[in-house]
């Protein structure tokens, strides 16, 4: 007995909650000229869904906004990049003339110590002296 009242109960509630949901709300529009006013009846869940869908779309704009100042960002810094790579590439390829040329000149580079001792100096050596 006991929980049939309380399904009732329950079912009673989401009855009322489902009418509630689906009343009609009527909603007009009375224009200044003399045209005849608009009538719009929209149940009351269709206002909730749409204030939802409109927080929705609002939030995704926004997030889409961010993320495309971001994508700015990124795209200036990536440029900025690219031309380093660029000078860093050709400073790389005269480096490399060069060293064609050394050795050409029958210049060596004398390999670094492996003493584990830190140094920058190399060590050029020629087959005249002119380099000590």
């Known amino acids: 007995?006991?929980?049939k009242g309380l399904r009732e109960c329950g079912l009673r509630k989401v009855k009322r909650l489902l009418q509630k949901a689906f009343t009609p709300i009527t909603i007009m529009l009375i224009p200044h000229s003399d045209g005849r006013p608009l009538r719009f009846k929209i149940p009351s869940i269709g206002i909730?869904?749409?204030?939802?869908?409109?927080?929705?779309?609002?939030?995704?704009v926004f997030h889409t906004a961010v993320n495309t100042a971001e994508y700015n960002k990124m795209k200036i810094k990536l440029n900025y990049y690219s031309s380093q790579f660029l000078e860093l590439r050709s400073t790389m390829y005269?480096?490399?003339?060069?060293?064609?040329?050394?050795?050409?000149?029958e210049i060596f580079i004398s390999p670094l110590?492996?003493?584990g001792l830190p140094t920058d100096i190399l060590l050029l050596h020629t087959a005249t002296g002119l380099i000590p």
């Open 94 to 105: 005269t480096l490399r003339e060069t060293e064609s040329e050394l050795a050409n000149k």
């Open 1 to 3: 007995m006991l929980k």
């Open 113 to 115: 110590p492996r003493d």
């Open 48 to 60: 909730l869904l749409s204030i939802v869908l409109w927080v929705t779309g609002m939030a995704y």
